[in-house]
């Protein structure tokens, strides 16, 4: 157990600094019986190699982080973690994190089954995509399948709108991404212009928010912008394909001047799905909606009778990007949970025959062979 009397910050001393990081009285609470061991509370607001810098409220300090490096790398520490750090030592260690609200998870390679935590106690995941280049939104879809499981709120921000000045073309891009992001709300902004940043300005404020998309959408840009300084380094896209390099190389915790903030992210160029059935679920609300009507309840809206979601392609009401997409992220996602759940490989191998023997009848039907 730690002296106490190391600790040079009263416990109105860490609210006061500590609450512009999103300190509040349920993380005091949580953190009290490390407090009576003399450890000090502080937000990890940048992880390099085994270190941490954290923000306490003597200000900030580097630690290290020997002591949480458990074989589950979705234990590790994080940005975004708020931790007990030791008062005094050198090095100084971070004995443990505080129980995360939300954590935003993806896959770290699809031939691997381990999921890489991006960041930790994120109220508001900020998806953001160029308007340089043409719209993928079967990514956008895969970015906000993550962050719907994080549980946190997302948010589409379409950056660069400077560069489609027709106001008319700028409207259907919007209704094109509000499409693929039901109950999301979209916004386009320009950082050179100043277009739309008090919108999002008011979003970041409201708690914590990470920004994510791929290298060259603009997000460190954008958070210079909310800065109203340049913190971040920015290198123009290449004018071939509209994409950047990566210029965040680590993932930063910024507080913003108008309250909240702010998590900078690395480009990323792949988005693996862990374990995120809810959230494949919660972007393709309406699929799931048209599957309760359909006659049986494991229909893969494929051929099979009574298929609602196969009706609903029929007449339009949902398109076959949609449904495409859907399956996509769904096989995805059933492979990831197969790496580590035995019962669900099992299940899987079940289906796999099932369909198997479903193609060889068809086939032999259609042979004329079946009598």
């Known amino acids: 157990m730690f002296n106490a009397s190391l600790n040079t910050s009263s416990p109105s001393d860490a609210q006061q600094v500590l609450a512009p990081y999103g300190w509040d009285e349920e993380w005091a609470d949580a953190f009290a019986p490390h407090a009576a061991e003399g450890l000090l509370p502080g937000r990890v607001v940048r992880v390099d190699r085994g270190q941490c810098d954290v923000v306490t409220a003597g200000g900030v300090l580097r630690a290290d982080t020997a002591f949480v490096t458990p074989h589950d790398p979705l234990r590790v520490v994080c940005t975004g973690d708020w931790v007990a750090v030791e ?45 340089a280049a043409e719209l993928e939104l079967a990514r956008v879809e895969r970015f906000l399948a993550l962050a719907w499981e994080s549980g946190a709120q997302p948010l589409v921000v379409l950056t660069k709108a400077d560069l489609v000045p027709d106001p008319v073309t700028l409207a259907h891009l919007v209704q ?61 896209v290449r004018d071939v394909d509209g994409k950047g390099r990566h210029t965040t190389t680590t993932r930063n915790l910024l507080a913003m001047p108008g309250g909240g903030v702010l998590i900078d992210t690395p480009g990323l160029r792949g988005v693996g799905l862990w374990d995120a059935s809810t959230g494949v679920g919660q972007v393709f609300a309406e699929i799931e909606e048209l599957a309760r009507g359909c006659r049986f309840h494991d229909c893969a809206h494929e051929s099979e009778p009574g298929c609602a979601v196969v009706v609903a392609i029929d007449t339009g009401e949902l398109s076959v990007r949609r449904l495409e997409s859907y399956r996509k992220l769904m096989r995805e996602n059933q492979r990831i949970i197969a790496k580590t759940d035995a019962r669900m490989r099992a299940e899987l191998r079940k289906e796999w025959k099932r369909r198997g023997a479903i193609g060889k009848a068809a086939m032999e039907a259609k042979r004329g062979r079946v009598r």
Request: charge should be negative; glycine fraction near 10%; charged fraction near 20%.
């Open 87 to 131: 008062p005094d030592g050198n090095p100084r260690y971070v004995r443990t994190y505080l129980p995360r609200r939300t954590a935003f998870v993806r896959s770290t390679s699809s031939k691997r089954s381990e999921g890489q935590i991006l960041a930790a106690n994120v109220d508001h995941a900020i998806v953001a995509v160029s308007l």
């Open 176 to 236: 094109d991404v509000e499409t693929a992001a039901p109950g999301v709300p979209v916004l386009s902004v320009s950082a050179e212009q100043g277009e739309g940043l008090d919108v999002l300005a008011a979003v970041v404020a409201g708690g914590t928010a990470v920004l994510l998309g791929q290298s060259g959408a603009g997000k460190s840009t954008l958070a210079n912008a909310l800065l109203g300084e340049d913190t971040m380094d920015v290198q123009a």
